[in-house]
DNA sequence: GCAGTTATCTGATGCAGATCATGGAAACAA
DNA sequence: TTGTTTCCATGATCTGCATCAGATAACTGC
């Protein structure tokens, strides 16, 4: 007789749709990306970014939408998704604050590809792509950067054919799963829980299943001790275990 | 009754283990990457890369290795591959003249996560990561260009990753072909050939499918009288078909 | 031209997971 | 509290494709 339990992760609901001129200064200097550089240089980075404030859900950007911003996360998580020709979307990624989406690219690109949209709401820093280019220009260790960030996505974006391609669905939630717990984790009483509303759409997005299949899986992990799980949230309980399913044959 | 056919593809021959200086440097001056620089600073570029020569199928690193070096197509054509867990390959990409490879990222990545192998005798041009990230400190035009090159193959697994999830693989396969024959083909005699050895196995190993299966779907489409099909070759008969495949719903 | 090898074709069978369908439980609003 | 909405669980069925297995055609070397 199990019975689910009430979601645990508090959505913060503090009004995030402006973030203060202080806080963009202290988010900035903190990225990795801009680490290495001055106080000052990074006041003058600063000035050209403009903030922008984001509701739960709201549309940042759609896929065909001229491509000519860049957008830096400074608070909050912001969902890039792609759509199927069937209606179906495909989750790509979550990103936290200090990520950057959307057109680095001046050249090539035209539209974006991609969709991306607030997950929680959230404060976007946002610049037009001539004007980071420009940025780039003047401080070509950040171009060096950047093209570190966009290799550890392309092969991201390759691990995640060979899981389409060889594994399992069990084994596609379990690394899942074990991804966003390493990255969205907090201890919460003896589990780990992903501090974030998760449902089983989202899971079956990021999984490329169907929601049904998700759930049924989940079902499996939940009888096996292994996660605890309800509405629009996940703990893991046991991330050895976890582990072990995402890493065997 | 229908017969297979005799292979249209010639094999290029000569041997292509050392690539003239002279071929080298109009090589290098060709190349969309470096376009933009004058000759002085292409022949300097020029001296610090060597060339090697690749055989048919041979290796020229896998998964694993230390990733420590850069490598440019100057002849032939490279494959680049993953390996999944139950042994089978994913065949990521088919590489032309002008197309860089290996490790751009001097700082994330230590070791390769793909491999490489020559799919026909070719020559190669390399240089050390951080010798190549010289290059770009003192050129940063280029890591804008190379930032470019990255976003668009990016985007590319991307579009695999859509592939995968939602489209069967009759329509995978239609839109493998049509991508070859854009890039890959050659005019003869009322066909378009794509013009390099392209197996069953192949094909599978680009559309994520069994060589079974492949097989099936090359053969409904040369009854359809879309493609000429053989041991190792492929051609397109119908190009307007295809898209069809390639497009519809 | 012949033998051996490698690539391709095609049938038979089985299964993971999609799809369809229904009931129940958390959240939310009034 | 009570209705309403959204999310989740789970059974029943169906299917695209993998898997297994064997036959045949194209290439290679001698």
């Known amino acids: 007789m199990k019975s689910r339990r009430k979601s645990p992760v ?6 995030p749709h402006q ?7 202290r988010i900035l200097s903190r990225l990795p990306f801009f680490s290495e550089l001055s106080r000052k240089a990074v006041e003058g980075i600063n000035q050209r970014f403009i903030e ?11 896929v065909g939408d001229p491509a000519e911003k860049l957008y830096v996360v400074a608070e909050g998580k912001v969902k890039i998704l792609q759509h199927t020709a069937s209606g179906r979307d495909v989750l790509l990624d979550i990103l936290s604050p ?6 680095i690219a001046a050249l090539g690109a035209t539209a974006y590809n991609d969709s991306a949209e607030a997950q929680s709401p959230s404060c976007i820093l946002v610049i037009r792509s001539d004007a980071f280019r420009e940025i780039l220009d003047e401080h070509p ?6 093209l570190d960030v966009m290799a550890a996505r392309l092969n991201e974006a390759n691990q995640r054919v060979i899981q389409l391609s060889s594994m399992p669905v069990e084994k596609r939630i379990a690394i899942t799963l074990r991804k966003l717990a390493l990255k969205l984790g907090r201890q919460k009483d003896s589990m780990l829980l992903i501090d974030v509303p998760l449902s089983r759409d ?10 049904e299949t998700a759930s049924r899986v989940m079902s499996q992990l939940q009888s096996a001790g292994i996660i605890e799980s309800g509405r629009q949230w996940v703990g893991i309980l046991d991330l050895k275990a976890l582990e072990n399913l995402a890493e065997k044959d």
Chains 1, 2 share one sequence.
């Open 141 to 146: 260790e950040l171009a060096l950067k950047a």
């Open 52 to 62: 922008v404030g984001y509701e739960l859900g709201e549309r940042i950007y759609t």
């Open 98 to 103: 200090g990520e950057f989406f959307g057109n």
């Open 202 to 211: 989202d899971l079956s997005e990021m999984t490329s299943t169907t929601p």
């Open 10 to 15: 508090n959505l913060v609901t503090t009004d």
């Open 19 to 25: 973030c203060s001129i202080d806080l963009r200064m």
